[in-house]
């Protein structure tokens, strides 16, 4: 398991990092204390992230 915090300014955001841990991932789970809509229509937009989601029709 590893624990992401995004720091303002710094070069790795935590989109990047769920797009890294999504790519080739076959399950997971995440969550957030504080997230926007924006910050979740785009995680949702990522191709990697999209394709996990998938299986888990709503």
């Known amino acids: 398991m590893t624990l992401t915090l995004q720091v303002p300014g710094a ?3 935590l989109h ?8 080739g ?6 969550a957030f204390a504080f997230a926007t809509s924006t910050g ?5 937009a ?6 996990r989601l998938e299986r888990f029709p709503a």
Request: charged letters at 10%; glycine letters at 10%.
């Open 11 to 13: 070069g790795n955001t």
């Open 16 to 23: 990047n990092a769920l797009v890294a841990a999504a790519t």
């Open 25 to 30: 991932a076959t399950g997971g789970f995440a």
């Open 40 to 44: 979740i229509d785009t995680a949702l």
């Open 46 to 51: 990522e191709p990697a992230i999209h394709k």
